[in-house]
């Protein structure tokens, strides 16, 4: 490559870098000429559509700005108007770009809750104030015809006439899921109150020879005592005393207890009142004047309260006295 056509090559490439410097510098200054001279513009008066709506229904008020490069809206807000609600915040953005300028365009949704013409109210945008200081733009808002709800129109419906929405896969998965709990768990419920219903109470005779076996194990196995035995043998008797006949004696006396017991048409059998007044007795004598229990006399009285146990059970019961 010769030497001239080198030459020729840094030259167009020279110019070049210099026609583009002076573009990028004259866009530069017709920038900041826009944004320094030039004022934001209203482009459109609001709008307010529809023009007419039912008691309700929602309509949207509308203006579109001419703002220089650099400038944007920083807030738009309406004053109050009459019979309409404001819905969430008003949109901003920005509709179209041209050279040195672009059109913002700003949108409020409301809603109806008065019949009549309704607005008057007031569309206020601020811009940023970096470059140069504008006021803010306040323009009235046109009025509507809001009407009331006629109840022949072919809108609304009979609410028992509207189908249900159809469920979801997954939303009839869950109800199904929810059926199958509760049934499972009236199941439980009503298998635990068979159970509950047939569970064995275990009466009150069969409590005491059962409890009179173990404390005779207790005593024969030195687990216990002639004393403390001579004393839970007394509660066993007498705790089958007072379920077997629904005595409500408690807090009665052993004389008290005795004496009801063996009233004319009391309900112990007479040949068995000897022997618990005496077995009540030396109880009271071995538990209140601390004298020595016998052995054999409490070998006796396990085998007495055996047979007294037996004797006073129902006659429908097994050993039961007739």
Wanted: aromatic share 8%; net charge positive; glycine share 6%.
């Amino acid at each position: 490559m010769s030497w001239p056509l080198i030459k020729k090559i840094i030259l167009i490439v020279l110019l070049t870098v210099i026609g583009l410097i002076v573009l990028t510098a004259a866009a530069g200054w017709y920038t900041w000429r826009q944004v320094r001279v030039n004022p934001v513009e209203s482009l459109s008066a609001p709008t307010l559509e529809p023009s007419a709506v039912a008691l309700g229904g929602t309509v949207k008020a509308a203006s579109t700005y001419r703002v220089p490069w650099g400038r944007k809206i920083v807030s738009a807000a309406v004053e109050p108007v009459q019979g309409l609600l404001q819905i969430g915040e008003p949109a901003i953005r920005v509709s179209h770009y041209r050279w040195g300028w672009c059109e913002w365009q700003v949108e409020f949704e409301f809603k109806t809750y008065r019949t009549g013409i309704l607005g008057g109210g007031k569309m206020v945008v601020d811009f940023d104030q970096v470059h140069r200081k504008d006021a803010a733009v306040s323009q009235t808002i046109p009025s509507c015809q809001v009407n009331e709800i006629s109840v022949a129109t072919p809108d609304l419906q009979v609410a028992g006439a509207v189908e249900p929405p159809s469920l979801t896969s997954r939303e009839r998965w869950f109800l199904y899921g929810i059926i199958a709990l509760v049934v499972v768990i009236v199941a439980l419920v009503i298998v635990l109150l068979k159970r509950r219903k047939r569970a064995h109470v275990i009466p009150p005779w069969t409590q005491a020879l059962q409890d009179i076996a173990v404390l005779h194990h207790d005593l024969r196995g030195g687990k216990l005592n002639l004393e403390t035995g001579l004393v839970r043998l007394t509660d066993i008797v007498r705790v089958y005393l007072e379920k077997r006949f629904r005595l409500h004696a408690a807090r009665q006396t052993t004389p008290e207890f005795m004496a009801e017991l063996s009233r004319g048409d009391g309900p112990l059998p007479e040949r068995q009142r000897p022997f618990l007044s005496e077995f009540m007795t030396s109880a009271d004598l071995v538990k209140f004047a601390k004298m020595p229990p016998d052995e054999q006399m409490l070998n006796s009285a396990i085998e007495k309260a055996e047979t007294l146990v037996h004797e006073t059970k129902p006659v429908d019961e097994p050993g039961g006295r007739k």
